[in-house]
């Protein structure tokens, strides 16, 4: 099968690797319908050094189950599913309290002999919890909308959720990608009554809009924190959802944070050190938030979806076929696209 494979900085290619086999009695091998590129794939886009045995890239996909092992019996041939970005059992302890990326048997895809999302087939470890059937077609409109429960979707709520927002209350969310968006979705959906969204790039904070920001702040530094503090009557908001993972973003959330506020970080921490100190420590500020576990979210959000609630696939602005995921790739790093389906 064909899959995609980082062999380092700049160079993604698309080539021919073994075909997917059941390896596993729990294991199920999947043809890929849909997948796609992550915010997180271009971290390793932009830096990995040259290697010799490139990884299998994407861990965002939705296909048919075309065979199971003899102990899977929640998926069966032909059925449509979705799977979260990390594998899981769904039966140890840490994923019995819903933190499947923490799973006793979890991993990523693309590593230690796991196929990656972005390829024509896939093996699927443990699928019987890894897997989330979906109750429609894979030529239904709704596919990358369900897709964005691999990912984006989930991790958006589970800033919400671990910022532990209430009805009414005030949200600030940072950045204005793919989870940040999701995130705007995910704060509405908990009822938040004011959502300030910041971001710099008017075509995504005006999606940010329509899935239910109240308040868009383009300026950023002292300026961004005077703008949020201006709509806040100088307080700041409850919650802060940092959707970024730099660390300008952390010590922004910190700013326009009121005290006794929480700020949940899920995007992907690209610094060594959290500027969290003594200023922070007077203000009684909560910092919380990390990797999603989104198989723990995917039953939850899903009907939202099939219902017509949310509408998360408008994230999505572009497709590549397979053949074509480098420029996917580039589109991406270069910000011309927000978020690139891959179709086999
Ligand atoms: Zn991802
Ligand atoms: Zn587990």
């Not at 992550?38 to 971290?43: A, Q």
């Not at 802060?240 to 010590?251: P, S």
Request: aromatic letters at 6%; charged letters at 20%.
């Amino acid at each position: 099968m064909r899959a995609t494979l980082l062999y380092q900085a700049g160079d993604v290619r698309v080539e021919d690797v073994p075909d997917p086999k059941i390896q596993q009695p729990t294991d199920s091998v999947i043809r890929i319908v849909i997948g796609c590129v992550c915010g997180s794939d271009l971290w390793p886009y932009k830096s990995a050094p040259f290697t010799d045995h490139p990884r299998q890239m994407g861990h965002e996909f939705i296909g048919v189950v075309e065979e199971t092992g003899p102990d899977v019996h929640n998926v069966k041939p032909g059925d449509l599913v979705v799977a979260p970005f990390t594998y899981a059992d769904n039966t140890c302890e840490y994923c019995r309290m819903g933190l499947h990326t923490s799973c006793r048997h979890g991993g990523q895809w693309g590593l230690n002999g796991v196929d990656g999302g972005q390829g024509e087939a896939c093996r699927v470890p443990y699928a019987d919890g890894t897997l989330v059937k979906l109750p429609v077609t894979e030529d239904s409109p709704l596919l990358p909308d369900l897709l964005t429960l691999s990912d984006v979707m989930c991790t958006g709520y589970h800033a919400a959720r671990t910022a532990g927002v209430k009805p009414g209350e005030s949200v600030t969310v940072i950045g204005d990608g793919a989870v940040g968006l999701c995130a705007v979705i995910a704060a509405r959906l908990l009822g938040a009554g004011r959502i300030i969204l910041m971001g710099r790039h008017a075509p995504r904070t005006d999606l940010g809009r329509e899935f239910g920001a109240t308040d868009v702040v383009a300026q950023r530094g002292q300026d961004g924190v005077a703008a949020v503090r201006e709509l806040t009557g100088g307080f700041g908001t409850e919650r802060v959802l940092e959707c970024v993972g730099l660390k300008d973003a952390l010590v922004q959330s910190a700013a326009v944070v009121r005290d006794g506020g929480t700020i949940s970080r899920v995007g992907a921490p690209q610094y060594p050190e959290v500027p969290f100190g003594f200023p922070e420590f007077l203000r009684n500020i909560t910092l919380t938030g990390g990797v999603a576990p989104a198989r723990g979210y995917m039953e939850e959000l899903m009907p939202r979806i099939l219902s017509g609630e949310i509408h998360p696939g408008r994230v999505f602005d572009r497709t590549v076929p397979l053949g074509q995921v480098a420029e996917g790739y580039r589109l991406m790093n270069d910000r011309e696209a927000l978020k690139v389906i891959v179709r086999p």
